[in-house]
């Protein structure tokens, strides 16, 4: 089991930024996705990237305004948001796709059936 912890979260205003982070031990091994769940919605994937950073992901609500990284020293990925809008409002996770078949080094998965562990999440409210 892959505990992850997310962090970064919190409230801004429309067009404004953060930065979410997820750890956990031996991150850099796996291939990482961001998934979000808004209040009353299930939870959906945004963004994924490989072991490889160049391998990475968006859901189409998000392209051109959210950037996916990793650090595989710090075991560490990131997940900048920027021109935030009020449907970016959500409990925001990140979770190791361990379900994934094929190279983890070039594909990852926005599908929250490839991801079994979930940590805590970081909740992300954007509101005037």
């Known amino acids: 089991q892959l505990q992850v912890v997310e962090s970064g979260g919190g409230s801004v205003q429309p067009g404004g930024s953060l930065r979410l982070s997820c750890t956990a031990s031996?991150?850099?091994?796996?291939?990482i996705g961001w998934f979000r769940q808004a209040p009353g919605k299930g939870r959906e994937g945004i963004s994924c990237?490989?072991?490889?950073?160049?391998?990475?992901q968006y859901k189409d609500s998000v392209k051109g305004r959210f950037t996916i990284s990793r650090d595989n020293a710090k075991n560490a990925v990131y997940l900048q948001m920027n021109s935030l809008k009020p449907e970016d409002t959500g409990i925001y996770y990140c979770?190791?796709?361990?379900?994934?078949?094929?190279?983890?080094?070039?594909?990852?998965?926005?599908?929250?059936?490839?991801?079994?562990?979930w940590g805590q999440g970081t909740q992300v409210t954007v509101s005037s």
């Open positions: 990237i490989a072991r490889r950073d160049q391998f990475t």
């Open positions: 031996n991150l850099g091994d796996y291939p």
């Open positions: 979770a190791a796709n361990l379900k994934l078949g094929g190279s983890w080094y070039t594909s990852c998965s926005m599908d929250t059936d490839k991801s079994p562990y």
